[in-house]
């Protein structure tokens, strides 16, 4: 099968296209003939191994050990392991895994839902990461209400765009923060208010938030704890590094005084989490707002594009099978 796979820590262009053996399915996994799959910001920062310690992560100081990128999936299933019981040869399935830039993936049964019926295999393998780090910084460490003010910061991107869904899908009202270019699709998707970060600064607008998710953080976070109302709760998925760091260093700290709480949060794919997705999705509670396909061939020029940070949604790579 064709494989995009990678020999040494770099830039896309240390991504390569080769012919391997199709992977041998293990106990609790699924083989999958990928039709699909997106791209995400991890996949860049893995393949470049930066900040170095991603490397430390993931067991490769000097060369990757996982050579295979790509983690969100959508596709067809081809074999399946002795113990997997969900699901059987010809289901259609998205979810996440490992090396899903290729013709067929493994996939842990467990992090495998049935595909939404009304989607393409292109709508559900925009799904996974993205959206699932939206619903769990909305729901799990924002403990989002019906009725309640979200802001959502950097909503023109993978997370952004299915953050303003899901928060509206929960009954909030919601802000978007966006560009100029991309105030339409935010309304479009069904933000309540827009607001264009090139005109005006949120933080000093005096407006307050129950609750803030910030899918790309490049405020301090002094400016976010600014804008939360009393006993507001600040969630970052990503952003700055800087922002990163100081999010980790100062939130539990600044959590302790008074009632305003600050947190980042790393997403964890699971089977329930993707089945409620492919029920908003099912409902038309959430549309996938993809950006640009690319073949599979392509993968580089797709992380190139998305490494610029300004995708407008989803990067899908189609995976077409001779
Ligand atoms: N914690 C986790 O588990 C987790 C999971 C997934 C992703 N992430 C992280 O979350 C972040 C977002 O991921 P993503 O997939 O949404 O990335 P993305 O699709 O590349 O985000 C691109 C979007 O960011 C917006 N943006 C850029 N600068 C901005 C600014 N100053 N203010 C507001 N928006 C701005 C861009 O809008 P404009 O063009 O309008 O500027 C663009 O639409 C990344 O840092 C990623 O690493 C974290």
Same mark, same amino acid.
């Given at each position: 099968?064709?494989?995009?796979?990678?020999?040494?820590?770099?830039?896309?262009?240390?991504?390569?296209?080769?012919?391997?053996?199709?992977?041998?399915?293990?106990?609790?996994?699924?083989?999958?003939?990928?039709?699909?799959?997106?791209?995400?910001? %991890?996949?860049?920062?893995?393949?470049?191994?930066?900040?170095?310690?991603?490397?430390?992560?993931?067991?490769?100081?000097?060369?990757?050990? !996982?050579?295979?990128?790509?983690?969100?999936?959508?596709?067809?299933?081809?074999?399946?392991?002795?113990?997997?019981?969900?699901?059987?040869?010809?289901?259609?399935?998205?979810?996440?895994?490992?090396?899903?830039?290729?013709?067929?993936?493994?996939? !842990?049964?467990?992090?495998?839902?049935?595909?939404?019926?009304?989607?393409?295999?292109?709508?559900?393998?925009?799904?996974?990461?993205?959206?699932?780090?939206?619903?769990?910084?909305?729901?799990?460490?924002?403990? !989002?209400?019906?009725?309640?003010? %979200?802001?959502?910061? /950097?909503?023109?991107?993978?997370? /952004?765009?299915?953050?303003?869904?899901?928060?509206?899908?929960?009954?909030?009202?919601?802000?978007?923060?966006?560009?100029?270019?991309?105030?339409?699709?935010?309304?479009?998707?069904?933000?309540?208010?827009?607001?264009?970060?090139?005109?005006?600064?949120?933080?000093?607008? /005096?407006?307050?938030?129950?609750?803030?998710?910030?899918?790309?953080?490049?405020?301090?976070?002094?400016?976010?704890?600014?804008?939360?109302?009393?006993?507001?709760?600040? %969630?970052?998925?990503?952003?700055?590094?800087?922002?990163?760091?100081?999010?980790?260093?100062?939130?539990?700290?600044?959590?302790?005084?008074?009632?305003?709480?600050?947190?980042?949060?790393?997403?964890?794919?699971?089977?329930?989490?993707?089945?409620?997705?492919?029920?908003?999705?099912?409902?038309?509670?959430?549309?996938?707002? !993809?950006?640009?396909?690319?073949?599979?061939?392509?993968?580089?020029?797709?992380?190139?594009?998305?490494?610029?940070?300004?995708?407008?949604?989803?990067?899908?790579?189609?995976?077409?099978?001779?």
């Amino acid at each position: 099968m064709k494989t995009i796979l990678y020999y040494n820590y770099g830039s896309p262009d240390v991504l390569k296209c080769e012919e391997i053996e199709k992977p041998a399915v293990g106990d609790h996994e699924v083989l999958i003939k990928v039709r699909a799959a997106s791209v995400n910001p %991890v996949d860049f920062h893995l393949i470049r191994g930066k900040p170095l310690f991603v490397r430390l992560m993931i067991g490769g100081l000097r060369k990757p050990k !996982i050579t295979r990128p790509g983690f969100d999936v959508a596709g067809q299933v081809e074999a399946v392991g002795r113990s997997v019981m969900q699901f059987k040869p010809g289901d259609e399935v998205f979810g996440a895994c490992r090396g899903a830039f290729a013709e067929y993936a493994c996939v !842990i049964e467990d992090n495998l839902a049935l595909k939404p019926a009304n989607s393409s295999f292109e709508d559900a393998a925009a799904v996974p990461v993205a959206a699932i780090t939206a619903l769990q910084g909305l729901r799990d460490k924002g403990g !989002i209400q019906r009725g309640q003010k %979200v802001l959502v910061d /950097g909503a023109s991107g993978g997370v /952004g765009t299915f953050a303003v869904q899901i928060a509206k899908s929960f009954g909030a009202e919601v802000t978007a923060v966006c560009s100029t270019r991309n105030v339409h699709t935010a309304r479009s998707i069904g933000a309540d208010h827009v607001i264009d970060y090139t005109r005006e600064d949120f933080t000093q607008s /005096g407006q307050r938030y129950s609750l803030i998710l910030a899918a790309n953080a490049y405020h301090s976070i002094f400016d976010y704890r600014r804008a939360l109302s009393q006993d507001g709760i600040y %969630v970052m998925a990503g952003g700055g590094w800087a922002q990163i760091l100081q999010t980790m260093l100062l939130g539990p700290l600044l959590s302790l005084i008074g009632s305003k709480k600050m947190r980042f949060f790393i997403a964890k794919i699971n089977k329930n989490d993707l089945v409620l997705l492919k029920d908003l999705l099912e409902g038309g509670k959430v549309v996938p707002v !993809i950006d640009r396909r690319y073949p599979l061939s392509s993968v580089a020029e797709a992380l190139r594009y998305l490494e610029e940070g300004h995708a407008q949604g989803k990067v899908v790579i189609t995976v077409e099978h001779s």
